[in-house]
């Protein structure tokens, strides 16, 4: 019995793994939950691209009838996509039940960094991350994907985090978990939507090969844990933060009147925001997937030759 009797492992990806060539992994969540059909499918197809324009292979994770998929077919993005907010959104507590079930899941960060870290896979791109929830001292709501960078050696390549969250608190609770936080070409916490937070960051590295070589020497030195990369939205998409910040209020706040819990909160404020801010938000959430995806691929190239 093994690990591998769970697992489809896309062969383009698998050719690439065995000869030592860059992968990047990509979650399902942001399909699923993240974004509307058919802007999400459209979205993931153009992701992999993008990286296999860099050089390096695409693999989106989710699982499927039970079946655990390094690296979605077209078919199965459509599929996910089209199903939507019907799939569920599996953070690790989720993951041997709905394969034991054999049901159909969307990965988080947390569930995309076990796939990758399973299938051998070191550097993963999304949108934004789980982090500490506003009222977290009260709720104790804090996202399982703080707890995977902590244990599972893969890099998150991310636009930060979306201010639904407690940004100061998250920053404190990686900085506890050993969590290294690293900004791309700034010193400041992107806010996901804007390239702001009024958060620095601890390190500011200016290359992938420089990212690369951070994440290298981590594993040399045996160190258990991820990291995590973030990436500004280029200045270009921003939004204007008053605009922003009154609907993620607005938001939070319809969140707390009525009641909404559990696993359900990201998914609803994602999906309140967009409502609230119509196109704009969503144009601005396709385009930073896209400059981490190419962020992740380079870095991905720079990282598979440092390991030849
Ligand atoms: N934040 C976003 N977009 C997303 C998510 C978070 O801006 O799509 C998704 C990701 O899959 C992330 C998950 O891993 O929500 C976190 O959910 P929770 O807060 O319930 O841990
Ligand atoms: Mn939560």
């Known amino acids: 019995m093994s690990l591998k009797q769970y697992m ?11 000869e030592g060539r860059p992968v990047v992994a990509l979650e399902s969540t942001i399909i699923s939950h993240g974004m509307p059909y058919p802007q999400n499918k459209e979205t993931a197809l153009k992701v992999e691209e993008i990286i296999r324009a860099e050089g390096a292979v695409p693999a989106t994770m989710a699982i499927i009838n039970g079946r655990l998929k390094i690296g979605c077919t077209a078919e199965d993005i459509e599929y996910l996509g089209k199903k939507g907010l019907a799939v569920n959104k599996t953070s690790r507590r989720d993951l041997p039940i709905l394969v034991a079930k054999k ?53 998150v ?21 050993g969590v290294p936080v690293i900004g791309y070409q700034t010193k400041e916490l992107p806010a996901f939507y804007t390239s702001k ?5 601890d390190y500011r590295l200016d290359t992938p090969e420089e990212i690369a070589e951070a994440f290298y020497v981590k594993q040399q030195l045996n160190m258990k844990g991820g990291m995590l990369v973030t990436n500004p939205i280029p200045t270009a998409f921003e939004m204007d933060p008053a605009v922003i910040n009154k609907a993620i209020e607005q938001a939070v706040r319809e969140a707390n009147e009525q009641g909404v819990k559990g696993k359900n909160i990201t998914p ?41």
Request: hydrophobic share 45%.
């Open 268 to 308: 609803f404020l994602l999906d309140r925001i967009q409502q609230i801010t119509g196109g704009d938000s969503l144009n601005s959430n396709i385009q930073l997937v896209f400059n981490n995806a190419r962020l992740a691929a380079k870095t991905a190239v720079a990282l598979a030759k440092l390991e030849k």
């Open 197 to 201: 937070s009024g958060f620095g960051v």
């Open 103 to 155: 049901e159909d899941g969307a990965t988080t960060v947390a569930t995309t960094m076990i796939l990758a870290s399973m299938a051998g896979i070191k550097v993963f791109a999304t949108g934004g991350v789980g982090g500490v929830h506003r009222g977290a001292e009260t709720t104790m709501d804090i996202s399982a994907d703080l707890e995977e960078l902590a244990m599972t050696p893969v890099m």
């Open 8 to 18: 489809d492992v896309n062969p383009e990806v698998a050719k690439a793994l065995e």
């Open 157 to 177: 390549v991310c636009a930060g985090a979306k201010s639904i969250l407690d940004l100061g608190l998250t920053l404190e609770y990686l900085e506890t978990k």
